[in-house]
């Protein structure tokens, strides 16, 4: 939370959201390269091929971790994770398969696809951002 500001989510969204976007234009400026998690991962594995350094590809896949260690040492911020470690293993393999079978993943459709008027991007998150949608809205109505 921010001194001063009684409840600052709305704020550290905007920042986020902010760091976001600047890290993606500075990776397509500064590199020509789109900053798709799922391709970069890709790449550092030698699963894809692509005009990025595997080094780059693992500079940016180990600096994603780093980055929020880093909030996390330097604030009061407590990671919200509701599940234990074998139910986010499988979601991240099936996140890890869509991601492959939709040719890209959120920050490759949703932040860069988008901004760049792909019309594949914008129905990707259009459909991404539907299910989350109905997932929210269905396991609410569960109770959690």
């Given amino acids: 939370m921010l001194p001063g500001f009684p409840d600052a989510?709305?704020?550290?969204?905007?920042?986020?959201?902010?760091?976001?976007?600047?890290a993606a234009a500075l990776m397509l400026l500064g590199a020509g390269r789109i900053a798709g998690v799922?391709?970069?991962l890709a790449r550092s594995t030698g699963i894809a091929e692509g005009s990025m350094a595997?080094?780059?590809a693992w500079g940016f896949i180990?600096?994603?971790?780093?980055?929020?260690?880093?909030?996390?040492?330097?604030?009061?911020?407590?990671?919200?994770?509701?599940?234990?470690?074998?139910?986010?293993?499988?979601?991240?393999?099936?996140?890890?398969?869509?991601?492959?079978?939709?040719?890209?993943?959120?920050?490759?459709?949703?932040?860069?696809?988008?901004?760049?008027?792909?019309?594949?991007?914008?129905?990707a998150t259009a459909t991404f951002m539907a299910a989350g949608i109905a997932t929210v809205f269905f396991t609410s109505l569960l109770g959690d």
């Fill in 62 to 123: 180990v600096g994603l971790p780093l980055g929020a260690l880093a909030i996390r040492l330097g604030s009061d911020w407590e990671p919200a994770v509701f599940a234990g470690w074998p139910l986010l293993i499988v979601a991240g393999l099936l996140v890890g398969f869509g991601t492959r079978m939709g040719s890209g993943c959120t920050s490759g459709h949703g932040v860069c696809g988008v901004s760049r008027l792909s019309q594949r991007s914008i129905v």
């Fill in 9 to 22: 989510a709305p704020l550290q969204g905007l920042a986020g959201g902010v760091l976001i976007g600047l």
């Fill in 54 to 56: 595997r080094t780059s």
């Fill in 38 to 40: 799922s391709g970069i």
